[in-house]
């Protein structure tokens, strides 16, 4: 008789085989890189030179620090040579320490989904596992990400995340509930998961990353507006791997699970590109402006845009 494990490993064979006949992962791919958000790039690379810049002032101060001549405040040879003997450990110490704390956050947060999600696989929503492959392949990503399903009050959202040899996404149950209970809505749940494999396809979420711009990323202005960024591109694999504007993913995330169907989407849009005045302008651009991700208005106007610029950061 054939096993749970030899009756997955078929199914994931079958999937991979009609994702590479649909469309190939090359064409896919090509496809992805052109879409990318044109400023993602620039800021990161702005975010990652200050964030040398940043590493080598402090390295510089504390061996700065270790040279000084400190006999002119301290007596006790022996204070002195250890006050210099920490400072020029110090850097060191705080780099170490930073990157344990990460790892630990990241084994914490996937610690919390297999204690409290359901994993996603060929006999638990099986619709969402394919999906999971075929994005996967199309993709050209080796490892299929782990994907979880987790009831989370009500909250509409969705996110990806990494551990070492480990990628996965957690997919809140309530927006699970739109495809098997409230609308039989697959196609707007398979965008969020897109959006997620975007994440993943393009390394937003890994230690690397996130160690590579950790400090100037923390600046109020300058680290929302490169998260901005990831958020367009995002949206724009979603787009190609789904082959959907997103604009009803867009509705349910305003309106919510229970209204989005009955959303008008031209008045929506009507209103999306209407002229606001100045101060509901500078409103807008106040908000937008402190936000990880772009507000609705820019975020809808992008997804729907039949040239596929780049969306508006400011």
Request: net charge negative; aromatic share 12%.
């Amino acid at each position: 008789m054939e096993s749970t494990e030899e009756k997955n490993m078929e199914i994931t064979e079958n999937i991979e085989n009609e994702a590479e006949a649909a469309r190939s992962p090359g064409e896919v791919k090509k496809e992805i890189r052109k879409l990318r958000h044109k400023a993602e790039r620039p800021l990161y690379w702005i975010l990652f030179v200050m964030n040398i810049l940043i590493l080598l002032c402090a390295f510089v101060f504390t061996m700065a620090m270790q040279s000084s001549d400190l006999s002119g405040f301290i007596d006790d040879p022996d204070i002195i040579e250890l006050l210099q003997t920490i400072n020029g450990g110090i850097v060191f110490f705080y780099l170490a320490y930073v990157i344990i704390a990460f790892l630990c956050a990241f084994y914490q947060l996937y610690a919390s989904e297999l204690s409290y999600a359901i994993k996603v696989t060929p006999r638990n929503f099986p619709e969402i596992y394919e999906k999971s492959v075929e994005f996967s392949k199309n993709l050209g990503m080796k490892k299929v990400p782990e994907v979880y399903i987790r009831q989370q009050n009500g909250i509409l959202n969705a996110f990806s995340a990494w551990v070492i040899g480990k990628r996965y996404v957690q997919l809140n149950s309530e927006i699970v509930d739109i495809a098997y209970m409230e609308n039989k809505d697959f196609d707007t749940l398979y965008f969020v998961m897109a959006h997620e494999f975007g994440h993943h396809y393009f390394n937003h979420v890994t230690l690397a990353h996130s160690f590579s711009i950790l400090l100037p990323r923390i600046i109020p202005i300058l680290g929302p507006l490169y998260s901005r960024s990831q958020e367009y591109t995002a949206d724009r694999v979603a787009q190609v791997l789904t082959e959907s504007t997103g604009i009803k993913c867009m509705a349910m995330l305003s309106a919510g699970r229970h209204l989005y169907p009955y959303v008008d989407a031209e008045d929506y849009l009507e209103n999306i590109y209407r002229h606001p005045n100045v101060l509901e302008r500078l409103g807008r651009w106040i908000v937008n402006l402190t936000v990880d991700q772009p507000i609705a208005p820019f975020r809808v106007a992008a997804i729907v845009d039949p040239e596929q610029k780049s969306g508006r950061l400011i």
